[in-house]
């Protein structure tokens, strides 16, 4: 694959035996993109780039004179253009946004091409400041800026497309082995000196470079010779969890007892030194590549056609210096892989063709991209988190890894149904754990939410810029997701054993509580409907007694509900109410809405308020409930008021009943009304 001098892609490893079956199929944790980008084989004739920054892949066909075509994983729609055949191309990209294009022909200059609406299409070029230096390579640090590095130094430049010239901004002056660039974190690595395992970063923003602390690469053991002992197929740069790392493939670990290779990260800060942080054991030697998918550093192995995943924010061994990861999943290979047959509607009937997977064509970038060249493909790597349920049993270890994860919260959820139940119901200490890793993130963004708020509404920001609003991530499992998805449907089991229903609820309130997170209404509700359902009043009432269901509103009116099956529950509710300090008028509005109109009812009676309550509200509420036989007794209890206060049933026009009176008649005839009492 033709490009310029590689940068920080490892070679992945190829194999032969395509027909063996490959170590650890079932539970494919890692696949590639279902909707890859095709593009035209690399071959005498076409010549294939990559630019990192931008994710396009460039089809470069007789240096451009019979067509230029660019396509990318995120822009759909390719672009295509030809342009004079000036010698063999070294380098091709375009500036962030596509606005101008750069081509390296020669070791000593960059040819450059507007692609802006009614700019003349007229080459203009640059040639290095530093004589006798011959290019590596260039990046794009942003629409209108670029990097030249030569193998003596650094050059930063301002393109004026109008002027169709460059600026040089800044330079330096530095011996240079080969380069690498990260695109997420505009950092430009240098590999200098005679062994080439110093590295020194350069830190690019808006028309401003700066030099990042220099630092060493430990090298395997003391060279033999001094010649060129690091090589870039063995340096990654990727962000993990918003910090810029350096990982070095080190073939031998410098222990004498430890065999197999390993994979070393520095954690390369804006300010201060560089330092080694994390170390993961590969535990087997041979070719390598490395991608980094959704913060996990992904390690492909060529002669087991497997791959494996690191995570450093999971627990590892602490050496006092460097944490120490095993890998976090047995190895597995990529998913099968099947391409298209293209070809007429008669030839494409044809089966697909599995794709060669871990060929030695593939080439890999960062962060998640792989590339083959032969097959003409370019596919970003996916993590499957449903697979990694059945790998990982530690549900704690589990929980932690599925967290960090951005498409997490649906498989959270599962897992959460899934050890509620059988075969795979898991203890309630686990259950437990589980709960409170999950309302640990909660919290967390409880938490950030109200700082905002706070901020926000305090008018701090006003001289300050506002705070950035935090983010809700699908880590934030709120109680909600937690009652819809799993809670409400699991006690709807009938086969699980009540007992451990009721704990599993209680369990869920005693974890919501210890974070200091409010209860919402909806979990106590279910807990008194589960204890209902099982006639467990007496623990109902000790449960209300000892204040283990919090006070609310709609507890009060589920409570009253409960009167005709649990006579005590009246009181109850009561009680509470009272110490909700709670308008009466305003408790038999909450009870009419909730359609318990017969308990709205006793509970007005309860404090003496019959006498002037609204029979036509009430009829309203028992017109809704649909409900026939409640609307008769509602109708007749207004009746015997009506004869009681006034000496007949009747309603008098004041109180606007027509309609209600005329659908009694309706449904019961008009015998059913009450007859006059007289004395």
């Given at each position: 694959m033709s490009r310029e001098p590689p940068p920080g892609e490892e070679e992945a490893p190829g194999g032969e035996g395509e027909g063996r079956a490959r170590a650890g199929e079932g539970g494919c944790y890692l696949a590639l993109c279902g909707r890859p980008v095709h593009f035209e084989k690399a071959n005498p004739v076409n010549c294939v780039f990559?630019?990192?920054?931008?994710?396009?892949?460039?089809?470069?066909?007789?240096?451009?004179?019979?067509?230029?075509?660019?396509?990318?994983?995120?822009?759909?729609?390719?672009?295509?253009?030809?342009?004079?055949?000036?010698?063999?191309?070294?380098?091709?990209?375009?500036?962030?946004?596509?606005?101008?294009?750069?081509?390296?022909?020669?070791?000593?200059?960059?040819?450059?091409?507007?692609?802006?609406?009614?700019?003349?299409?007229?080459?203009?070029?640059?040639?290095?400041?530093?004589?006798?230096?011959?290019?590596?390579?260039?990046?794009?640090?942003?629409?209108t800026e670029i990097v030249f590095i030569t193998d003596q130094g650094i050059e930063f430049y301002q393109v004026l497309p109008e002027k169709r010239s460059l600026k040089l901004l800044k330079n330096q002056s530095i011996n240079v082995n080969w380069y690498m660039y990260c695109p997420e974190s505009s950092v430009i690595l240098l590999s200098t000196t005679v062994l080439g395992n110093v590295l020194q970063p350069f830190y690019f923003k808006s028309g401003t470079m700066s030099k990042l602390s220099k630092f060493e690469i430990e090298l395997p053991a003391a060279p033999k010779s001094s010649k060129l002992s690091l090589s870039e197929r063995d340096i990654a740069m990727a962000t993990i969890y918003g910090q810029l790392y350096v990982l070095y493939l080190r073939h031998h670990s410098r222990t004498s007892n430890s065999t197999g290779a390993e994979v070393v990260l520095y954690h390369l800060?804006?300010?201060?030194?560089?330092?080694?942080?994390?170390?993961?054991?590969?535990?087997?030697?041979?070719?390598?590549?490395?991608?980094?998918?959704?913060?996990?550093?992904?390690?492909?192995?060529?002669?087991?056609?497997?791959?494996?995943?690191?995570?450093?924010?999971?627990?590892?061994?602490?050496?006092?210096?460097?944490?120490?990861?095993?890998?976090?999943?047995?190895?597995?290979?990529i998913q099968p892989y099947q391409i298209p047959v293209a070809g007429p509607a008669s030839v494409t009937s044809q089966s697909p063709v599995p794709c060669k997977l871990y060929s030695s064509s593939w080439i890999v970038f960062q962060p998640d991209i792989i590339i083959s060249a032969s097959e003409g493909y370019l596919w970003s790597l996916q993590v499957k988190l449903e697979p990694?349920?059945?790998?990982?049993?530690?549900?704690?270890?589990?929980?932690?890894?599925?967290?960090?994860?951005?498409?997490?919260?649906?498989v959270i959820l599962s897992v959460c149904s899934q050890m509620l139940s059988e075969p795979e119901r898991g203890s309630l200490s686990v259950i437990a754990t589980v709960f409170d890793k999950l309302n640990h993130e909660y919290k967390k963004?409880?938490?950030?939410?109200?700082?905002?708020?706070?901020?926000?509404?305090?008018g701090l920001s006003r001289s300050n810029p506002l705070p950035k609003r935090p983010v809700r991530t699908q880590a934030v499992i709120d109680q909600s997701d937690m009652y819809t998805h799993v809670l409400s449907?699991?006690?709807?089991?009938?086969?699980?054993?009540?007992?451990?229903?009721?704990?599993?609820?209680?369990?869920?309130?005693?974890?919501?509580?210890?974070?200091?997170?409010?209860?919402?209404?909806?979990?106590?509700?279910?807990?008194?409907?589960?204890?209902?359902?099982?006639?467990?009043?007496?623990?109902?009432?000790?449960?209300?007694?000892?204040?283990?269901?919090?006070?609310?509103?709609?507890?009060?009116?589920?409570?009253?509900?409960?009167?005709?099956?649990?006579?005590?529950?009246?009181?109850?509710?009561?009680?509470?109410?009272?110490?909700?300090?709670?308008?009466?008028?305003?408790?038999?509005e909450v009870l009419l809405s909730k359609h318990q109109v017969l308990a709205a009812l006793r509970f007005i009676r309860g404090i003496g308020g019959h006498d002037s309550i609204s029979a036509r509200k009430f009829l309203d509420a028992a017109k809704q409930a649909e409900d026939d036989m409640l609307f008769y007794t509602i109708f007749r209890f207004f009746e015997q008021r009506n004869q009681?206060?006034?000496?007949?049933?009747?309603?008098?026009?004041?109180?606007?009943?027509?309609?209600?009176?005329?659908?009694?008649?309706?449904?019961?005839?008009e015998q059913a009304l009450m007859k006059p009492t007289t004395f």
């Open positions: 990559f630019d990192e920054a931008n994710k396009q892949v460039f089809a470069v066909r007789s240096g451009g004179a019979t067509g230029v075509v660019v396509k990318g994983l995120e822009d759909r729609n390719p672009i295509s253009f030809r342009m004079e055949d000036k010698g063999e191309v070294k380098c091709i990209k375009f500036s962030l946004g596509n606005k101008i294009l750069a081509v390296q022909r020669t070791l000593k200059n960059v040819d450059f091409l507007n692609f802006i609406p009614d700019s003349p299409q007229l080459e203009y070029t640059q040639e290095c400041k530093t004589k006798n230096a011959n290019i590596l390579g260039f990046c794009w640090t942003s629409s800060p804006r300010e201060g030194s560089c330092k080694k942080t994390h170390i993961l054991k590969l535990n087997r030697t041979g070719k390598f590549a490395l991608n980094v998918v959704d913060n996990l550093v992904v390690v492909h192995h060529q002669d087991t056609e497997t791959s494996v995943i690191f995570d450093i924010k999971l627990k590892g061994e602490f050496d006092g210096s460097t944490t120490i990861h095993q890998f976090v999943l047995p190895p597995r290979s990694v349920v059945n790998l990982l049993l530690d549900k704690g270890r589990l929980m932690d890894f599925l967290l960090q994860r951005k498409e997490c919260k649906m963004y409880l938490e950030a939410e109200q700082s905002y708020t706070m901020v926000v509404e305090a449907v699991f006690t709807e089991k009938k086969e699980e054993p009540h007992k451990f229903t009721i704990a599993v609820l209680m369990e869920y309130i005693r974890s919501l509580n210890q974070f200091q997170i409010a209860v919402q209404h909806y979990l106590y509700e279910l807990v008194i409907k589960t204890l209902v359902q099982h006639n467990l009043f007496y623990m109902l009432h000790q449960f209300l007694q000892y204040h283990v269901l919090s006070d609310s509103k709609p507890l009060a009116c589920l409570l009253l509900s409960l009167e005709s099956i649990y006579p005590p529950a009246h009181q109850l509710s009561l009680d509470m109410l009272k110490r909700l300090s709670t308008a009466n008028d305003e408790i038999v009681r206060l006034r000496g007949n049933p009747s309603f008098t026009p004041g109180e606007h009943c027509e309609e209600h009176v005329t659908f009694f008649k309706q449904i019961f005839g």
